[in-house]
């Protein structure tokens, strides 16, 4: 029997020693060992028990994931793609570096990341520029890129996407509403006009030819353009109940946020006011409850409750209630040309965040049969193995000639929650010969022996010969010593 694993931590429990406010000896007595043990743990010269990291869990109400690196682990991801670039071919930092300064503090590499990323912005905003004023017809209504849309998905993701408040209101008004007593749409179209006054109205598509949803403040009234099925309108209606019911709650939390700019404020409000129309539609105990006894089906969890398929892989994202915990799954959405237009990483699933995925991720392949459900059981080069599940989603589209817009959604977890997942049924979830290798994208990963790279190894110096062919297009590579 291969031996036990052993954990050192000592700058995560340090780490979360400082942000209790907690000194070594009330920690030591939180967790019933000696403060000079404790000295040691955090000096990285004992290893943490499993009886301490459960019990660190357990009195700190926190992951065993994050105390066993995940955090740190995804930092790595970060700056290594960000040292990654020509720029600092120079510094002359190893990978040891990098995981020295992962491991003393996330905060610090996302910190550097948010840092380079404002790099990158400003070095395409030049480029763009640049570009407009050679034909300064263009130049008129240039558009900057999104820099607040990701700083709103990092605070999400700091939030683990959980907002409890936003989640236990949804609840009551789910409950004192009667939402689940009849078709969702029914029930919030009698909500809005019983609570605020507000009527509901169906548009047709050449009245609104570039919306889904407006709200008219003077005649209090919704409209829905008739291109929204029934799941996209009743979520639109839950929408702006969230923003007449908890405006408030909202803005505390954006307040709270750190977002300084006014794009990102506005962003962040949004993306609250989708999260409360999800819970409103999903309520967090009987959806947990109902997830957990349909081993995580989610079309029929999307029949039950009303919902799209996009909006139950969503809503499952967020089920991280303390005592009621689902699985931890990560989220992406993608288009055909390969962007992201959303993700949310949980368990440790490390996503680029300067670039695509692997390609040998079968996310991609969801595009070649719509609405055809894919599943697939993955490898980082960790060793990490994922069970991972993606099919096409669709917006609304404009009618004939113009079809909605398509998306391909992933939705996964750890191997080691995959049994409680419907769609494992007939994987050999042992069996690690099983997994397809995957990296985090081409850039980064260090797998030598991969034909659909887009770009060489970073690590590894490449020798390309007039009569010999590797598998990889970009040569033979060398392994560095």
């Given at each position: 029997m291969a031996s036990e694993k052993k954990v050192f931590a000592g700058p995560r429990v340090r780490r979360l020693r400082r942000e209790r406010g907690l000194t070594q000896a009330r920690m030591a007595a939180d967790l019933g060992i000696s403060a000079s043990y404790l000295n040691l743990i955090e000096r990285d010269q004992r290893p943490v028990s499993v009886q301490v990291l459960l019990k660190l869990a357990e009195v700190y109400d926190v992951e065993l994931r994050t105390l066993g690196g995940d955090n740190e682990a995804q930092a790595l991801t970060v700056l290594r793609e960000v040292f990654s670039d020509p720029l600092f071919r120079d510094a002359g930092l190893t990978i040891q570096d990098l995981r020295e300064i992962a491991s003393a503090s996330p905060a610090a590499a996302d910190a550097i990341s948010n840092l380079y990323r404002a790099y990158q912005e400003s070095v395409t905003n030049g480029s763009?520029?640049?570009?407009?004023?050679?034909?300064?017809?263009?130049?008129?209504?240039?558009?900057?890129?999104?820099?607040?849309?990701e700083e709103v998905r990092d605070f999400i993701n700091s939030r683990n996407n959980h907002f409890p408040e936003l989640d236990d209101a949804a609840e009551r008004l789910y409950a004192s509403a009667g939402i689940g007593s009849e078709e969702p749409y029914v029930a919030l179209r009698t909500a809005l006009r019983d609570l605020h006054g507000v009527s509901t109205r169906i548009a047709p598509a050449d009245l609104m030819p570039h919306e889904l949803r407006r709200y008219d403040r003077h005649r209090q009234t919704i409209f829905l353009s008739e291109l929204l099925d029934q799941p996209g309108r009743s979520f639109q209606l839950a929408y702006q109940l969230g923003y007449f019911e908890q405006s408030r709650v909202i803005e505390d939390i954006v307040e709270s946020s750190g977002l300084e700019s006014e794009e990102a404020q506005r962003l962040c409000r949004v993306a609250l006011a989708n999260y409360f129309a999800a819970a409103l539609l999903m309520p967090y105990g009987p959806f947990h409850k109902t997830a957990e006894a349909t081993r995580y089906d989610i079309r029929l969890l999307g029949r039950r409750f009303g919902t799209s398929f996009e909006q139950v892989c969503h809503r499952l994202t967020t089920l991280q209630r303390p005592g009621a915990r689902g699985i931890p799954f990560f989220l992406i959405r993608v288009d055909n040309a390969g962007n992201v237009s959303k993700r949310f990483s949980a368990a440790g699933f490390h996503f680029a965040r300067f670039g695509g995925?692997?390609?040998?991720?079968?996310?991609?392949?969801?595009?070649?049969?719509?609405?055809?459900?894919?599943?697939?059981?993955?490898?980082?080069?960790?060793?990490?193995?994922?069970?991972?599940?993606?099919?096409?989603?669709?917006?609304?589209?404009?009618?004939?000639?113009?079809?909605g817009d398509q998306y391909v959604v992933g939705l996964g977890c750890e191997i080691g929650h995959a049994r409680k997942i419907v769609y494992s049924q007939g994987y050999d979830l042992d069996d690690e010969r099983g997994a397809m290798p995957i990296g985090v994208n081409c850039r980064l990963c260090e797998r030598l022996d991969c034909s659909q790279r887009a770009f060489p190894p970073l690590k590894h110096r490449l020798t390309v010969e007039d009569h010999v062919r590797g598998i990889s297009p970009f040569g033979v590579p060398v392994r560095d010593a």
């Open positions: 763009m520029l640049a570009e407009r004023l050679a034909d300064r017809d263009m130049l008129d209504g240039a558009e900057a890129p999104g820099l607040p849309l995925t692997c390609p040998r991720w079968n996310v991609h392949d969801a595009f070649r049969v719509p609405g055809e459900i894919y599943t697939q059981v993955v490898q980082m080069e960790d060793g990490t193995r994922y069970f991972s599940i993606a099919r096409t989603v669709s917006r609304a589209g404009s009618g004939i000639g113009v079809p």
